[in-house]
Protein backbone atom coordinates (compact mmCIF):
# COMPACT_ATOMS: atom_id res chain seq x y z
CA UNK A 1 0.00 0.00 0.00
CA UNK A 2 1.26 3.44 -1.19
CA UNK A 3 1.71 6.27 1.66
CA UNK A 4 2.27 9.78 0.41
CA UNK A 5 5.16 11.70 0.96
CA UNK A 6 6.05 15.14 0.98
CA UNK A 7 8.48 18.07 0.78
CA UNK A 8 8.95 21.52 -0.27
CA UNK A 9 10.93 23.06 -2.72
CA UNK A 10 11.28 26.41 -4.86
CA UNK A 11 10.01 26.74 -8.76
CA UNK A 12 13.63 26.69 -9.99
CA UNK A 13 14.35 23.10 -7.78
CA UNK A 14 10.85 22.08 -8.98
CA UNK A 15 11.97 22.74 -12.89
CA UNK A 16 15.38 21.22 -12.71
CA UNK A 17 13.96 17.99 -10.67
CA UNK A 18 11.13 17.62 -13.72
CA UNK A 19 13.67 18.40 -16.40
CA UNK A 20 15.96 15.26 -14.43
CA UNK A 21 13.05 13.22 -14.34
CA UNK A 22 11.99 13.84 -18.17
CA UNK A 23 16.17 12.69 -19.49
CA UNK A 24 16.48 9.98 -17.46
CA UNK A 25 13.32 7.88 -18.64
CA UNK A 26 11.04 8.03 -15.53
CA UNK A 27 7.63 8.41 -16.00
CA UNK A 28 6.64 10.08 -12.55
CA UNK A 29 8.32 11.89 -10.21
CA UNK A 30 7.48 8.98 -7.38
CA UNK A 31 8.90 6.27 -9.13
CA UNK A 32 12.53 8.71 -9.71
CA UNK A 33 12.38 9.74 -5.94
CA UNK A 34 12.02 6.24 -4.98
CA UNK A 35 15.71 4.80 -6.91
CA UNK A 36 17.08 8.02 -5.98
CA UNK A 37 16.92 8.05 -2.54
CA UNK A 38 17.83 4.40 -2.61
CA UNK A 39 20.64 4.65 -4.53
CA UNK A 40 21.45 7.60 -2.24
CA UNK A 41 21.11 5.57 0.78
CA UNK A 42 23.36 2.78 -0.83
CA UNK A 43 26.32 5.51 -1.85
CA UNK A 44 26.33 6.51 1.61
CA UNK A 45 26.36 2.75 3.34
CA UNK A 46 29.41 2.13 1.45
CA UNK A 47 28.12 1.22 -1.46
CA UNK A 48 29.64 4.00 -3.34
CA UNK A 49 33.98 3.70 -4.29
CA UNK A 50 34.27 6.79 -3.89
CA UNK A 51 33.19 7.61 -0.33
CA UNK A 52 34.76 4.27 0.40
CA UNK A 53 38.08 3.92 2.48
CA UNK A 54 41.10 3.03 0.43
CA UNK A 55 41.77 0.11 2.57
CA UNK A 56 38.48 -1.53 2.89
CA UNK A 57 37.69 -4.27 0.82
CA UNK A 58 34.73 -4.39 -0.88
CA UNK A 59 33.40 -6.83 -3.14
CA UNK A 60 30.53 -6.48 -6.45
CA UNK A 61 30.36 -6.62 -10.33
CA UNK A 62 32.37 -4.24 -12.98
CA UNK A 63 31.14 -4.02 -15.83
CA UNK A 64 32.93 -3.11 -19.14
CA UNK A 65 31.59 -2.18 -22.06
CA UNK A 66 33.87 -1.56 -24.92
CA UNK A 67 35.52 -2.02 -28.81
CA UNK A 68 37.20 -4.71 -30.19
CA UNK A 69 40.90 -3.84 -29.27
CA UNK A 70 40.79 -3.78 -25.88
CA UNK A 71 40.86 -6.93 -24.85
CA UNK A 72 44.21 -7.39 -23.68
CA UNK A 73 44.05 -4.42 -21.03
CA UNK A 74 41.30 -6.42 -19.57
CA UNK A 75 42.88 -9.59 -19.48
CA UNK A 76 45.85 -7.86 -17.71
CA UNK A 77 42.95 -6.60 -15.14
CA UNK A 78 42.02 -10.17 -14.80
CA UNK A 79 45.30 -11.36 -13.97
CA UNK A 80 46.21 -8.15 -11.58
CA UNK A 81 47.39 -8.81 -8.47
CA UNK A 82 45.18 -6.16 -6.83
CA UNK A 83 42.04 -7.43 -7.37
CA UNK A 84 40.38 -11.18 -6.92
CA UNK A 85 38.32 -12.00 -10.16
CA UNK A 86 36.02 -14.92 -9.21
CA UNK A 87 34.32 -15.01 -12.24
CA UNK A 88 34.36 -13.82 -15.55
CA UNK A 89 31.87 -13.18 -18.57
CA UNK A 90 32.03 -11.79 -22.44
CA UNK A 91 29.31 -11.14 -24.27
CA UNK A 92 29.18 -9.37 -27.85
CA UNK A 93 25.69 -7.36 -28.35
CA UNK A 94 24.97 -7.35 -31.88
CA UNK A 95 22.70 -4.73 -31.84
CA UNK A 96 24.63 -1.72 -30.19
CA UNK A 97 27.59 -3.72 -32.29
CA UNK A 98 29.73 -3.14 -28.47
CA UNK A 99 31.03 -5.91 -26.68
CA UNK A 100 30.26 -6.40 -22.77
CA UNK A 101 32.38 -7.84 -20.00
CA UNK A 102 31.45 -9.32 -16.27
CA UNK A 103 33.49 -9.70 -13.10
CA UNK A 104 32.65 -10.54 -9.81
CA UNK A 105 35.30 -9.19 -8.06
CA UNK A 106 37.22 -8.49 -4.73
CA UNK A 107 39.79 -5.76 -3.25
CA UNK A 108 40.44 -3.12 -1.49
CA UNK A 109 38.02 -0.28 -2.59
CA UNK A 110 41.16 2.42 -3.73
CA UNK A 111 42.45 -0.30 -5.77
CA UNK A 112 38.93 -1.32 -7.55
CA UNK A 113 38.68 2.46 -7.90
CA UNK A 114 41.71 2.84 -9.40
CA UNK A 115 41.06 -0.28 -12.19
CA UNK A 116 37.53 1.81 -13.40
CA UNK A 117 39.38 5.09 -13.31
CA UNK A 118 42.38 3.54 -15.86
CA UNK A 119 39.38 2.02 -17.30
CA UNK A 120 37.33 4.86 -17.78
CA UNK A 121 40.82 6.90 -19.61
CA UNK A 122 41.12 3.82 -21.87
CA UNK A 123 40.21 4.64 -25.59
CA UNK A 124 37.59 2.66 -26.99
CA UNK A 125 36.06 1.64 -23.38
CA UNK A 126 32.83 2.78 -23.58
CA UNK A 127 31.24 2.86 -19.95
CA UNK A 128 32.21 1.29 -17.09
CA UNK A 129 30.64 0.31 -13.90
CA UNK A 130 31.44 -1.08 -10.49
CA UNK A 131 28.10 -2.13 -8.22
CA UNK A 132 29.33 -2.88 -4.80
CA UNK A 133 27.13 -5.93 -2.89
CA UNK A 134 25.37 -4.92 -0.21
CA UNK A 135 27.06 -4.92 3.29
CA UNK A 136 25.65 -7.04 5.61
CA UNK A 137 26.36 -8.57 9.05
CA UNK A 138 24.73 -11.70 8.20
CA UNK A 139 23.06 -13.70 5.45
CA UNK A 140 22.42 -16.38 3.17
CA UNK A 141 26.59 -16.75 2.19
Do not use: W
Request: aromatic share 6%.
Amino acid sequence: MSRVISFSGDKEFAHRLDSIIENSGYKNRSMFLRDASLHFADANRGGDLSTMDADSVTEGVLVIFYQHGVESKILDIRHSHSIQVSSYNHNCLNESHTCVDTMQIRGEAGSVNDIVERLKNTNDVDRVSFVSAPLREAGCC
